[in-house]
T-cell receptor, first 113, second 112 residues
């Protein structure tokens, strides 16, 4: 069974631009969660989608948004990029809404210059 | 407000010795705790977990201890191996949160 895949793996953007990251969950998994990892902050929860509905949201500004498609693939969008958005963005999927059974993708490394 | 804290950003241990990674939490409603291991350029992978009804869970070289009164958990790796060198994250979930709350991570280096 293929694991969680994220594209692109690396991305460089300029302040003020917007970016879209993609996550394909493990086949059959309906829940997708997104996390931001920065040095000193660990993994911070962004949001979770389950069957195309946002089930949970972390404490991030409205510039961060996401969606999930009917095939469970998910996208995350960040508008008006800031230098502080430079981070590793991780996606995790699980078969049910039980987030303690998540499988993580390798992440997308976003650098904002 | 960091509800899950890993106060040691790094730890260096000799091969064959014990590695002890610590994690503290503030939310008494957390009832399930997990440890993840992360290598560079890879996503975190689940290592071991413990429910709040237990105070110890063991899986091979890895043992997690939970002290509910102190709101503290620790991961013991015995014996440590160079392949254990990675960043370790603890995470928690509970009645009042249906998402995982992660700590900031501890970088473990096991040297020969």
């Amino acid at each position: 069974k293929a694991g969680v895949t994220q594209t692109p793996r690396y991305l460089i953007k300029t302040r003020g631009q917007q970016v879209t990251l993609s996550c394909s969950p493990i086949s059959g998994h309906r829940s997708v969660s997104w996390y931001q990892q920065t040095p000193g902050q660990g993994l911070q929860f962004l949001f979770e989608y389950f069957s195309e509905t946002q089930r949970n949201k972390g404490n991030f500004p409205g510039r961060f948004s996401g969606r999930q498609f009917s095939n469970s693939r998910s996208e995350m969008n960040v508008s008006t990029l800031e230098l502080g958005d430079s981070a590793l963005y991780l996606c995790a999927s699980s078969a049910t809404s039980d987030v303690t059974e998540q499988y993580f993708g390798p992440g997308t490394r976003l650098t904002v210059t | 407000d960091q509800q899950v804290k890993q106060n040691s950003p790094s730890l260096s241990v000799q091969e064959g010795r014990i590695s002890i990674l610590n994690c503290d939490y503030t939310n008494s409603m957390f009832d399930y705790f997990l440890w993840y291991k992360k290598y560079p350029a890879e996503g975190p992978t689940f290592l071991i977990s413990i429910s709040s009804i237990k105070d110890k869970n063991e899986d091979g070289r890895f043992t997690v201890f939970l002290n509910k009164s102190a709101k503290h958990l620790s991961l013991h790796i015995v014996p440590s191996q160079p392949g254990d060198s990675a960043v370790y994250f603890c995470a928690a979930s509970g009645y009042n949160t249906d998402k995982l709350i992660f700590g900031t991570g501890t970088r473990l280096q096991v040297f020969p």
